[in-house]
């Protein structure tokens, strides 16, 4: 199994955003959740309209951890929430495939990886690419690894520092900023 990395770069996420947009609403909805909140892929697929319509935080049982999450939904998401959950049953599923069923995972990983694709990333993506993006770029900004170990409930700071990339970053920053 391939180890997908996140998105370093914001104008990489910009570019992917407008490929996302030009595309449709849900595939935008669906890569923003992921970068914006660190939700897995399948947290995501779970989520009904009454889940996020009309409300000030998002409030899940994690499929992988049976563990209860509680987080505020960020300006970004709430207008798109809005519009997108407009004239839709609270009980429906947030996010439809053309079958009108519950999307799965796999037509997730196909808009994720096309998209990337198009936006000209060469490296490895995946649908847990958005959950490892919101890591990093979460870390990049506070700095706080304790708080982001607990976003993600890892068992030790050196665990989420590996898992979003920065471990690797900061040996190669060292790397290329050292001579004798």
Known sequence: MNIVEPIRQKRDLEKIESILKRQNLRDLLIFTI????????????????GDVRDKEYICITEKKT??????????????????????????????????HNRMERTQCYRIVHEACR???????????????????????????????QKIFNHSSPQITLRYIGIDQDMIDYSYKNFTL
Do not use: W
């Open 34 to 49: 992921g970068t914006n909140c660190g939700l897995r892929i399948s947290d995501i697929l779970n989520l009904n309209v």
């Open 66 to 99: 049976g563990k209860y999450k509680r987080f505020p939904i960020n300006s970004k998401l709430k207008p798109m929430f809005m519009k997108f959950t407009q004239d839709r049953k609270a009980d429906e599923p947030l996010f439809l495939s053309i079958f």
């Open 118 to 148: 198009k936006a000209g990333l060469e490296y490895n993506i995946g649908t847990h690419t958005l959950r490892k993006t919101f890591g990093y770029h979460h870390y990049q900004k506070f700095k706080d690894i304790a708080m982001l």
